[in-house]
């Protein structure tokens, strides 16, 4: 029913090969890649999914302050739009359906110049990101993030309203469950009133670990992504704690081994389990013969 992948920049500097097997062995279908085209070498990162018979699900684009849509600063916006296209590039590249895409840089706390002129600058800047995506038959999801990692775009209703005002059909949502277990009063509410433009989903426990380590009822948003008719990848995209996510992305691999097969595989049997329990045994109505 749902394919199942794992971002892959939260395995920080570990061997790519070494991501690869730990999906393949725990039953992964695809893995969603760190949007950094300038610094990976696609033609080793496709040998690798062919060999390993995964799908390359996504490009999760990493904003930093010098890729930010929102900034007051022209130049920054102009250098950030870039980005995004090379992430579009990158996409097709690896035969990823969709980029993701945050409005405004992570760690930024409150706007530069106003609230609104960062907020149409942001659409403006998605326009014309959009519109190149489109062209190249990719989309972009749109992530809200909580407050404590940006300011402009926090609960799904926002980057809803985000995504209606840039009005280009490429430009779509995604829902993470950690951002939304700190913004969202009602999990199944948020994901239901974006159901249109849902494209991706991030799974992790409230603690940002694996799912079912927290308290997360993962029962309740599985059944709520069935009704709607979700089709997109379930991303698993776990961390340790720590304030800024993309630190992540510099641990050593020996310090992070086992707890990445830990959660690895609690996240995946986690969520399939959900899925077996909320899945008729015969979806298939019975029809006697003629």
């Not at 920054?76 to 980005?83: D, E, F, G, L």
């Not at 404590?148 to 209703?157: A, D, G, K």
């Not at 059909?169 to 995604?174: H, I, T």
């Not at 997360?216 to 698993?236: H, L, N, S, W």
Request: proline fraction near 5%; charged fraction near 20%.
């Amino acid at each position: 029913m749902f394919s199942y992948s794992v971002t892959q920049w939260i395995y920080g500097n570990e061997d790519m090969e070494t991501s690869f097997q730990r999906l393949r062995r725990f039953g992964y279908d695809g893995v969603e890649m760190a949007g950094e085209p300038q610094s990976l070498n696609l033609a080793e990162v496709k040998r690798l999914l062919w060999k390993y018979e995964l799908q390359c699900t996504s490009i999760c684009g990493i904003f930093t302050k010098d890729r930010d849509l929102s900034s007051a600063n022209p130049d920054i916006r102009h250098s950030a739009v870039q980005y995004v296209k090379d992430c579009v590039d990158m996409a097709v590249a690896l035969g990823a359906p969709l980029v993701i895409v945050v409005p405004s840089s992570v760690g930024k706390n409150g706007p530069e110049s106003t609230s609104e002129d960062e907020w149409n600058c942001a659409v403006e800047s998605l326009r014309e990101a959009g519109n190149y995506a489109s062209a190249n038959h990719i989309s972009l999801a749109i992530e809200a993030l909580n407050r404590f990692e940006t300011y402009l775009v926090n609960r799904l209703e926002d980057a809803k309203k985000l995504v209606e005002q840039v009005y280009v059909d490429s430009v779509k949502l995604m829902a993470d469950l950690f951002h939304m277990s700190i913004e969202e009063r009602n999990l199944s509410s948020a994901i239901r009133n974006i159901a249109p433009y849902l494209i991706h989903v991030h799974i992790a426990d409230n603690t940002r670990e694996a799912a079912g380590l927290g308290m997360t009822d993962f029962k309740e948003v599985m059944r709520t992504f069935m009704e709607i008719g979700y089709q997109g990848a379930i991303t698993m995209e776990f961390m340790p704690p720590i304030s800024n996510p993309y630190l992540v992305a510099a641990r050593q691999p020996n310090d992070s081994g086992r707890i990445n097969d830990l959660y690895t595989w609690q996240s995946i049997e986690h969520i399939k389990h959900i899925v077996r329990l909320l899945s008729p045994l015969d979806p298939t109505p019975f029809c006697p013969p003629n």
